[in-house]
């Protein structure tokens, strides 16, 4: 059973900077498009980043310039640096495959709060 482990959540003051790693048993991970997302409270799960298996970085337009996604396929485990932080940022936050693939891990919590 594939595991989807997230990290590296916490609370962080306004402008702050987080880096969440996830940690995962999928096999032949370098084959896979992975990504982050995220769900606000009340609100759907939405894409935040991904990349490719080609090692292609893609984040939404709405967060360009702030957040960024790697992978490191050896460990495997892929990260998403967080950068200037803001309130609308809070939310608990699921790496997966682009599409989704595997069950859902827990997440983890990013509150972004003075």
């Known amino acids: 059973q594939v595991q989807l482990v997230e990290s590296g959540g916490g609370l962080v003051q306004p402008g702050g900077s987080l880096r969440l790693s996830c940690s995962t048993s999928?096999?032949?991970?370098?084959?896979?498009?992975m990504a982050w997302f995220r769900q606000a409270p009340g609100k759907q799960r939405e894409l935040v980043a991904y990349?490719?298996?080609?090692?292609?970085?893609i984040t939404v337009d709405s967060l360009k310039g702030r957040f960024t996604i790697s992978r490191d396929n050896a460990k495997p485990a892929v990260y998403l640096q967080m950068n200037g932080l803001k309130p609308e940022d809070t939310a608990v936050y699921y790496c997966?495959?682009?599409?989704?693939?595997?069950?859902w891990g827990q997440g983890t919590q990013v509150t972004v709060s003075s």
């Open positions: 990349v490719t298996s080609g090692g292609t970085t």
């Open positions: 999928i096999n032949s991970f370098s084959s896979y498009d």
């Open positions: 997966n495959t682009l599409g989704g693939r595997f069950d």
